[in-house]
């Protein structure tokens, strides 16, 4: 029955809602639903298929439209990684991505599980305040800070990037981590309130081994978010030595004045889009339900 | 064992302070970390922007400032490089937020009447999203590279895209519905995964065609998700900074808020009337998001009690 009523609601929103047969015998696929699958799949493939395409190529080849590369070569991914201010580049993005997320999601799941679990005042203000937070333009952090990290020092330094990232990636985790929170059944937590744990107790040892895997996909996302980050980035650095790898690929443009490193930039767009292609889809579900979590509660 | 708990529990205001913390303590020290480090990160630096947009700073002598009042804000609010990149941010949002949206509904349609290839599209889909927006930008510009990039070839053309006015923000309207359609899509799928699979059967029964279906059960029901997925969409949208910054670097009607900002007060230094800038930025998300949470304000409320 579910199956029947799935092909109704696909129907209704397809491009011919008349094609709508009446009591298919089992799943069978219309033609025109496997040309949007083939459509979608082109659609999210076709433009990482073109840049993988051009990291392969040399010189002539690169202008010439080819699907496939006619002389394929690593020479652009060997350039990279003799490149050392890419290979700085990447270590600055892991290190400055792995502090964010670690300090977010410890920091923020106390938060979280307060404002999920226990009485107190102020708690829409406070769900509130994390949630206008999210919604904030980075600019309107980082014209201050280019300032004052002038003023204190911390201008073109790793430290200076994790603080305003924590900005957006501590309010991230919050509200993700208080949706899965939500989740985890009470009645676990009172029996151990029951046996004469005190909250904290109840909170460490049987909220947070279940919150795991929750916790596991606020501390993806809020990764993805702080790998990602260009605005502060490009912002409160200066040099290579504190350049995360969006600001250094970008940079990659300036040292040529008239001709763009394409195969270069491309090479390098490859590799730092492999760890978080490959993260995502191992951890496909959860960053489903993540992403989802506060949206379809709503 | 919810029996037992509320049968032993029942004097709980006496119970809870042999408990350690009461409830109120614990709660009050669980959220001060997170509060002081908003305070630290989000507040102190917004405040620092206001104080900075209201002083003039010296171009020559490092640290000279005076108090400048209001005048960064009249220069900026008279100033058409502003306006410019006001009309360029909001044609920006509108635009790529509704494609964003009938592209990500269609495709969440498609993906959820799919029965074969649904795990196929749903890992694909993850894709654009998981690509870094600077990336993205480097993707969409080495398909639109003017006279041989791959779009030329293929209309037979020679236009120059990233150098001319309308043409270069619709390639950045492009790059990002590319990035964030699918995004939507799998919000809206969720949202379509809540919707009984009975509501359909009971309508079919009662003689709706599925237009009808679609318009009088699918939508109504999709609402919530729909429009929360919209807000974080629109709000992200107007802070728009990665892609022109890659694209154009905001050349051909394409500077917006953020990037103007950016490169007034880093670029060139001038960091009242930047600050300036970044504040009224700040303001007008703050505009847009308050017209959003007058209208979904009983969702997050939602969320903030049970």
């Not at chain 1, 596991?216 to 290579?240: D, K, M, Q, Y």
């Not at chain 2, 699918?182 to 309508?203: D, K, R, S, V, W």
Request: with cysteine.
């Amino acid at each position: 029955m579910a199956t029947a009523a799935t092909t109704q609601a696909g129907a209704g929103a397809g491009a011919k809602p008349t094609t709508s047969k009446k009591t298919d015998t089992g799943p069978k696929t219309p033609w025109w639903m496997w040309l949007c699958v083939v459509a979608i799949v082109f659609y999210c493939l076709f433009p990482f298929y073109w840049l993988i395409n051009l990291s392969l190529k040399t010189g002539a080849d690169l202008s010439n439209n080819a699907l496939v590369p006619p002389n394929p070569s690593l020479a652009n991914y060997k350039a990279i990684f003799r490149n050392d201010d890419f290979v700085r580049a990447l270590g600055n993005s892991v290190w400055v991505a792995g502090w964010t997320t670690v300090l977010a999601i410890t920091i923020g799941s106390f938060c979280a599980y307060a404002l999920a679990r226990l009485r107190f005042k102020g708690k829409f203000f406070i769900l509130g305040l994390v949630l206008a937070i999210t919604t904030f333009p980075g600019i309107a952090i980082a014209a201050p800070l280019f300032k004052l990290w002038s003023n204190i020092g911390l201008f073109d330094t790793l430290t200076g990037l994790i603080i305003p990232d924590l900005t957006f990636a501590l309010p991230l985790a919050i509200f993700i981590l208080v949706s899965f929170f939500k989740e985890i059944p009470k009645d676990l937590e009172e029996a151990a309130l029951v046996d004469g744990a005190t909250y904290f107790q109840a909170f460490r040892k049987v909220v947070v081994p279940l919150a795991a895997p929750g916790m596991a996909t606020a501390a993806i996302l809020v990764f993805i978010g702080a790998w990602n980050e260009f605005l502060f980035a490009i912002t409160l650095t200066s040099t290579p030595q504190a350049r995360t790898v969006p600001a250094a690929i970008a940079f990659f443009t300036g040292a040529t004045t008239f001709e763009v490193p394409i195969g270069t930039i491309t090479a390098a767009s490859v590799v730092i889009s492999i760890p978080l292609i490959a993260m995502v889809l191992l951890f496909q579900k959860r960053i489903v339900a993540g992403l989802t979590a506060g949206a379809v509660k709503g | 064992m919810a029996e037992t708990a509320t049968l032993q529990g029942a004097p709980p205001q006496q119970r809870q302070r042999s408990r350690g913390l009461s409830e109120k303590k614990l709660a009050f020290t669980m959220v001060s970390p997170s509060m002081l480090l908003i305070a630290l990160v989000a507040a102190y630096p917004i405040l620092y922007g206001i104080w900075l947009s209201l002083h003039e700073y010296s171009v020559r002598v490092a640290g000279l400032s005076r108090w400048a009042g209001l005048s960064n804000y009249t220069e900026a609010l008279g100033n058409s490089e502003f306006w410019s990149a006001m009309g360029t941010t909001l044609v920006f949002t509108a635009v790529s937020v509704t494609l964003e949206f009938l592209l990500g509904l269609a495709m969440a349609m498609a993906m959820h009447a799919a029965f074969r290839g649904q795990g196929l599209l749903r890992t694909v889909i993850l894709i654009p999203w998981s690509l870094l927006t600077v990336v993205t930008g480097f993707m969409w510009r080495s398909i639109f590279e003017s006279p041989q990039g791959l779009v030329n070839t293929l209309l037979g053309t020679d236009t120059v895209w990233l150098g001319q006015k309308p043409h270069a923000l619709i390639v950045i309207i492009i790059a990002d519905v590319w990035k964030t359609a699918p995004f939507m899509a799998l919000l809206i799928l969720a949202g379509l995964q809540t919707i009984p699979g009975e509501i359909y059967e009971a309508a079919k029964v009662d003689g709706a065609k599925s237009w009808q279906r679609f318009t009088k059960i699918t939508m109504p029901l999709l609402v919530p998700a729909i429009l929360v997925a919209l807000i974080f969409r629109t709000l992200d949208a107007l802070r728009i900074f990665d892609l022109p910054y890659v694209l154009t670097k905001g050349a051909n009607g394409t500077n917006t808020l953020s990037l103007l900002s950016q490169q007034t007060f880093a670029e060139n230094r001038i960091y009242g009337l930047g600050s300036a800038y970044a504040i009224l930025t700040f303001i007008t998300v703050m505009i847009v998001a308050f017209l959003y949470i007058r209208t979904v304000g009983g969702n997050i409320r939602g969320i903030a009690e049970d």
